[in-house]
């Protein structure tokens, strides 16, 4: 069975994609299947998108696109002239995803498989480092924008490979950004001087809690109400701020609160919450483990 979302304008699938996004996709996807080559297998919705927790103006629309073969030489430049002319059209919000084999995807060791991936404009080939949760999040969470079902897909990612990812993840990437904006200097002046750094660590964190705990993936949003749930009740207001600066509340008149908006105090309770929310992490893993 193959599911198109977009070539059908009263599909009821696409009240699932807020304007423009669907606008965006419908494009994406139109050209890309439009290609000579017919390289195209699937197209999947991932990200904020499919989790219902979308801001047009910070989230990126993020898709994964399933391939016969990787792509190479021409296509590749024919993908670069379509992502080009979307972004010309559409400057937000932007897409932001990967073009994959389902050989990668179906592998037992995804990581090491090797991707096309969009970001922030650029096109390259990386190595899929990420796999277990996107791919997790693909098989779980994703909305099927053409071909196979997301929850048809073979994807052999379980929850002991998910978990030993996440705990690799939080006890490098995020331990050491923690380090590095904790000590007074230019990072940590960042931390201090741009709210949105305090919804990126704070929401990230819980997510990968979220996770940890429940096995399935949160939205940002949705991860700090769990949190506010969970946590001890001094971290709420670090939590609070989080979700607020997630839903562009203002805190300063004509001034958006993901806009400068210096606060020590919020820098400072940002580092002790995400710390928390480590060695919580870090301590469910452990106890899971024996």
């Not at 996004?21 to 991932?46: C, G, H, P, R, W």
């Not at 992502?83 to 400057?91: E, L, S, V």
């Not at 805190?251 to 400072?268: C, D, F, H, Q, V």
């Amino acid at each position: 069975m193959h599911i198109i979302l977009f070539l059908f304008p009263n599909n009821p699938l696409q009240s699932l994609i807020p304007h423009p996004a669907n606008e965006i996709l419908s494009t994406f996807s139109t050209k890309i299947l439009e290609m000579e080559s017919d390289f195209v297998q699937d197209i999947y919705v991932t990200g904020s998108l499919s989790l219902h927790d979308f801001h047009p103006q910070k989230s990126d629309i993020d898709f994964v696109v399933v391939c016969r073969d990787l792509p190479t030489g021409d296509i590749v430049t024919k993908l670069k002239k379509i992502h080009g002319a979307i972004a010309k059209h559409f400057p937000y919000p932007e897409l932001s995803g990967h073009y994959i084999t389902s050989e990668s995807i179906e592998s037992d060791t995804p990581e090491y498989s090797k991707v096309l991936s969009f970001h922030q404009g650029r096109m390259k080939y990386e190595t899929f480092d990420m796999a277990p949760i996107y791919l997790w999040e693909l098989r779980e969470n994703a909305i099927t924008v053409f071909g196979k079902p997301n929850e048809k897909l073979k994807i052999n990612i379980t929850k002991s490979n998910l978990n030993k990812f996440l705990y690799l993840n939080i006890n490098s990437y995020w331990s050491k950004w923690i380090a590095r904006h904790s000590s007074f200097g230019n990072r940590k002046i960042l931390l201090v001087a741009f709210p949105r750094f305090t919804e990126w660590v704070i929401l990230g964190i819980a997510r990968q809690l979220c996770t940890l705990h429940t096995g399935k993936i949160f939205s940002k949003s949705d991860a700090g109400n769990y949190c506010l749930q969970h946590l001890p009740v001094q971290y709420h207001p670090i939590v609070h701020q989080a979700l607020e600066i997630r839903r562009d509340v203002r805190t300063i008149p004509g001034l958006k609160s993901y806009r400068i908006s210096p606060s020590l105090m919020r820098a400072n309770q940002t580092i002790e919450c995400a710390r928390y929310m480590i060695s919580i992490f870090n301590a469910s893993y452990q106890k899971g483990q024996s």
